[in-house]
């Protein structure tokens, strides 16, 4: 059968659908899907087409696929030790560091990171790191959607945790050249779902001359930059005494600030930084939970003032989007020293959904539930007790939902995580083999 005729290939019903746009909450909702796309969304009560498969889903929520923009997968192997040294693992002495990992360890420790994002709700991760050959295709087998890249610096980060600060040209072209062939191989694979990134690590562990050349790199591949930007007070003092400029007014210089760039932390970033933030039409990636964990909030409702987009990730230390909602409206107000009315639930949902859609430059395929867009969503179990009751939907799930919730989870519309088990692989065997891995970076450490 044909146009309206033809069946569906699933209709979730009697769910409550967090649409992440103008239509907002729709309770007792159909959602249906064919050929990848949501082709229904309207109240029980309307007449839905037929389906070849149909789930009831009473007392669950559904809402759109997190976009978690900024993820290091292969750093689950610091899990609960780092966060307490200071600052991430790249700089800090006596822990092990991705170079220290073979292919085969990044790629099951890539593996862990990637099925708990999953788990939790993410559709799409932004994921840098060593070993992203290894890695991009041991996540892509998942089935969620991967913007994936190598770490680029020309820094030499083995001197860096001994306070030596070198910049060597063949590092750096080596990266790029890895970063440049995995391009050329991955990105648009897997019918869109894979994205090659390019991962100019920090403003301060790149020389200009280096950022000046990803920048022209990028620019001439369509690639988005996924960097790490005033993420550390040494950062900022680090690139005024080499350049007389902020690191924002580097990348500007350097032509990398435009809305291609996808700039996490922002931690120390001033008001002129936050104005050419927003003037080019950049992204901030905000790390609220990494960064409240070190003592330090990020300006978000400014940025948000100035009309910067923002995103959401979870970074290194954990895969949970909705424990990074709650977090970023808490330090957010925490900033702003009370309750205000532009920094709700509805906030940081869009930061985690369309916000990050908009980021990645897929805002017109994901990020809201709407008829003709991806079927990109996840489904929460609202029947348990810390979710009801379920008054006000979207203030439930952000104030005390959890990833643990995540009951279903689909990317165009295949389901990958069915009875909070991810579809496509052994959960427990990526467990053990990451579990593995991780234990032998610390005994060779």
């Known amino acids: 059968m044909t146009g309206a005729l033809q069946p569906l ?14 239509a907002g909450v729709i309770e007792g909702a159909a959602l249906g899907i064919r050929g990848g796309r949501i082709v229904h969304l309207a109240p029980a009560a309307q007449p839905a087409p037929p389906a070849l498969r149909t789930v009831a889903l009473p007392g669950r929520l559904v809402t ?3 976009v978690n923009a900024h993820l290091h997968a292969v750093l689950v192997m ?10 991430a693992p790249s700089y800090t002495p006596g822990v092990p560091k991705g170079t220290d990992a073979t292919p085969e360890e990044a ?11 999953l788990l939790a709700g993410s ?14 295709e041991a996540m892509a087998e998942l089935g969620l959607r991967i913007h994936a890249g190598w770490r680029v610096h020309d820094v030499d980060f083995a001197r860096v945790p001994k306070g030596e600060w070198s910049f060597d040209a063949a590092l750096g072209e080596d990266l790029l050249r890895r970063t ?23 403003p301060d562990t790149c020389s200009p001359g280096f950022l000046r050349t990803l920048a022209v790199e990028a620019a001439a591949r369509g690639m988005r930059v996924n960097t790490h930007l005033a993420q550390s007070r040494v950062e900022v003092e680090r690139v005024k005494a080499a350049t007389g ?14 809305d291609q760039l996808l700039a996490t932390h922002c931690l120390y970033v001033d008001e002129d930084d936050i104005a050419r933030l927003a003037r080019a039409g950049a992204h901030a990636v905000h790390v609220p939970k990494c960064n409240a964990a070190s003592g330090r909030l990020a300006p978000t409702p400014a940025l948000k003032a100035a009309g910067v987009n923002l995103a959401l990730c979870t970074d290194t230390q954990h895969g949970d989007m909705v424990e990074a909602m709650r977090w970023a409206l808490a330090t957010g107000r925490i900033g702003q020293g009370g309750v205000t009315a532009d920094w709700q639930p509805a906030d940081v949902f869009r930061m985690a959904t369309l916000g990050g859609a908009r980021a990645v430059g897929m805002a017109d395929e994901i990020g809201t539930l709407a008829v003709g867009k991806a079927a990109d969503l996840v489904v929460f179990d609202a029947r348990r007790p810390h979710l009801r009751p379920l008054i006000n939907p979207l203030g439930t799930l952000v104030h005390t939902g959890r990833g643990g919730d995540v009951e279903m989870v689909l990317v165009d519309g295949e389901i990958l995580v069915e009875d ?17 891995a991780a234990r032998a970076l610390w005994a060779r450490a």
């Open 123 to 136: 559709t799409l991760v932004c994921d840098h790191f060593v070993h992203a050959d290894a890695t991009l």
């Open 107 to 117: 790629r099951a420790l890539a593996r862990l990171g990637a099925v708990e994002a």
């Open 64 to 66: 759109p696929g997190f």
């Open 9 to 22: 290939d699933l209709l979730l019903t009697g769910a409550t659908v967090i649409t992440g746009d103008e």
């Open 78 to 87: 610091v899990r609960g030790v780092a966060a307490d040294l200071g600052f």
């Open 420 to 436: 909070g088990r991810p579809v496509r692989a052994d959960l427990e065997e990526i467990c053990t083999e990451a579990d593995k």
């Open 245 to 258: 400029l902020t690191p924002a007014a580097l990348l500007e210089e350097t032509g990398l600030l435009n």
């Open 180 to 202: 440049l062939d995995l391009h050329d191989r991955w990105d648009g694979a897997l019918g869109g779902r894979i994205r090659v990134q390019m991962a100019a690590h920090a």
